[in-house]
């Protein structure tokens, strides 16, 4: 069955000698479902709870940008057709 809202996802490349703990404050935070280390272009990806392109837009630049370890981040919405 499809889902109604949409999903977003954050992609997160940490700059070079970030501590493996850089991302423990983000723990906490309601509006992260999950968090997924990854190889490749990017270092993890989080999936977010977010209603519209500006509160992820806020949530990108106000948490994770603000994060003195974050170099880049990329950002993509889907929704579930089946």
Do not use: Y
Not at 3 to 31: C, F, L, M, R
Not at 60 to 71: A, D, F, G, L, M
Request: proline share 4%; net charge neutral.
């Amino acid at each position: 069955m499809a889902q109604k809202d949409w999903q977003a996802w954050v992609w997160i490349k940490w700059k070079p000698g970030t501590s493996s703990t850089a991302w423990e404050n983000w723990k906490s935070n309601p509006q992260i479902k999950s968090a997924w280390s990854t190889l490749g272009e990017w270092d993890c990806v989080l999936t977010l709870n977010v209603a519209t392109p500006e509160e992820l837009e806020t949530f990108v630049w106000k948490t994770i940008r603000s994060n003195q370890w974050v170099e880049g981040t990329s950002t993509s919405w889907a929704k579930q057709w089946w």
